[in-house]
């Protein structure tokens, strides 16, 4: 259905709510490169409650590791200085939509590689630097769950 992709992030209540969104969703969980947590983490636990065990999860140890594991899946970077809102884009099954880590985001050679598919979500204040990663991904995942199963 849809690969939700976080690039080492660092926050284990954050990683564990989208664990959670994946397991209503019914979306793959790719977690990619060093985390700033253990995957058996107290922190991340609580944060998923008992939903660990309906998440669909993989691991990969680096960004080239990942790719190739999703070569065919079309992949929507997203980046608080994105120029196409997310809303924009039409989703199909088999997307992947790639975080990057709370403190950091993407890099640049990543954005630069799939620059005609960097995406983001409006913050029209134009006062905050970012939103929460784990907002961030449910405000996408489900847009594109919506236009998948046609709600």
């Not at 209540?13 to 947590?37: D, E, K, S, V």
């Not at 088999?94 to 990057?100: A, H, I, N, S, V």
């Not at 640049?108 to 929460?132: A, E, Q, Y």
Request: hydrophobic share 45%; glycine share 8%; charged share 20%.
């Amino acid at each position: 259905m849809v690969h939700i992709a976080l690039l080492e992030p660092k926050i284990p209540p954050n990683t564990g709510n989208i664990a959670r969104l994946c397991a209503a969703a019914g979306a793959t969980l790719h977690l990619i490169g060093r985390l700033g947590f253990r995957l058996d983490d107290k922190s991340l636990r609580r944060a998923g409650v008992d939903y660990w065990p309906l998440v669909d999860w993989r691991r990969h140890a680096t960004l080239a590791e990942f790719e190739a594991a999703l070569a065919d899946a079309r992949l929507f970077c997203f980046s608080a200085h994105a120029k196409i809102c997310y809303t924009q884009v039409s989703y199909r099954s088999g997307d992947c939509l790639l975080f990057g880590g709370e403190s950091h985001g993407l890099p640049p050679g990543l954005l630069k590689r799939n620059s005609d598919r960097i995406i983001g979500i409006p913050m029209p204040n134009g006062k905050v630097r970012s939103l929460n990663l784990a907002t961030a991904v449910g405000i996408a995942m489900y847009e594109a769950l919506r236009q998948i199963h046609r709600w």
